[in-house]
């Protein structure tokens, strides 16, 4: 005969009363953290870890001149990626959104960033200029804010309309515009940009907030996520820099970025809104399994497939809790 399925719960509900060991877990815990360490200096010093240059606004208006002056001048216009983003930085889009819940624009504006004026303006103020950019500064400062925008978004354009290549680009009614995105790029190689962006962040300098977006407004942030396997393509999200394992255990993060709908911009609502979907979706699932102690059916799953009983089975057959035949 078998043992009944309440009498198999009341038994595994008792109080142990098998045999038991003398166990020492400080022991065991000490014998475990001299391994580890040990295996993590031996590991170490054969495979090192990553030290990759930091990405600096020198090494960007150095290797890729053209770009940084060009994104100079999109934050003069803000047409940028910062200036256009919307919240927390300004107003100048709505942001991402799941169905009805805007998730940026309810937010609001708890960063603001001015592009114009703390991306050049304020930077080129704080340094020893040539007279040509000293007076082209004192024009744009003398102007109006509609003057302002006509420059700035004339000469965006017509950088634009050539692909970059500066040296095509027609003359026009720029004013002050590329006296200031060549000062700005001269600062730039010189190595004071960087200082000066991360001086506007207070007395402790912690805060790169700009500073990244700066960088992610042009290609060289891009072009150096994309050399290191960083992308969403790519799984990102879980690489290291070069050829090192990253955080594994974000896998389940990048997997939805590898997929349809969530690979694809153009697809909508979701493609321009990925990100708050699989945050969403992530959410969903943690909370879920959070919630498993009393989601009915779940939290009786391993009553219902007794694989302890297998694996116990000595133990289970010692006591008498097991299936007999007739």
């Known amino acids: 005969m078998s043992i009944s399925k309440e009498a198999k719960h009341e038994f595994d509900a008792a109080p142990w009363t098998g045999k038991t060991k003398r166990y020492d877990i400080v022991k065991e815990g000490s014998i475990a953290v001299a391994f580890v360490a040990i295996a993590a200096i031996v590991l170490s010093l054969l495979m090192g870890s990553p030290d990759e240059t930091p990405l600096t606004f020198k090494g960007w208006a150095v290797s890729n001149a053209d770009n940084f002056y060009a994104t100079a001048v999109q934050e003069l216009a803000g047409t940028s990626g910062t200036a256009t983003y919307g919240g927390p930085y300004n107003k100048a889009a709505d ?11 309810w937010a609001g504006v708890t960063h603001p960033i001015d592009t114009v004026n703390e991306f050049v303006i304020a930077p080129l103020s704080t340094q020893v ?12 400062k003398a102007a109006s804010d509609t003057q302002k ?8 354009d017509a950088i634009t309309k050539v692909e970059g290549k500066l040296s095509d680009v027609p003359a ?52 150096a996520g994309t050399a290191a396997n960083l992308q969403g393509g790519t799984w ?13 255990w974000l896998w389940l ?39 498993i102690p009393v989601i009915p059916g779940i939290k009786s799953l391993p009553m219902r497939i007794p694989i302890h009983r297998g694996i116990w089975r000595q133990y289970y057959d010692a006591n008498g809790i097991k299936r007999r035949k007739k």
């Open 95 to 105: 942001g991402l959104n799941v169905g009805p819940f805007w998730l940026q624009k």
């Open 149 to 156: 925008q006509d420059w700035a978004t004339a000469y965006d």
């Open 172 to 223: 026009g009614a720029y004013g002050p515009v590329p006296a200031l995105a060549q000062g700005l790029t001269d600062m730039a190689k010189g190595g004071a940009l960087d200082a000066a962006l991360l001086s506007q962040g207070g007395f402790f300098q912690t805060d790169n907030t700009k500073q990244i977006l700066f960088f992610g407004d042009g290609s060289y942030l891009d072009d």
């Open 236 to 248: 990102g999200m879980m690489n290291e820099t070069g050829r090192y394992p990253g955080q594994a």
């Open 129 to 140: 200029m040539s007279t040509e950019i000293a007076s082209a500064l004192a024009t744009w």
């Open 253 to 291: 993060y990048s997997f939805w970025y590898q997929i349809p709908p969530f690979n694809n911009e153009e697809s909508k609502p979701i493609g321009a809104n990925a990100d708050a979907y699989i945050m969403f979706v992530m959410g969903a699932l943690s909370l879920g399994l959070i919630l």
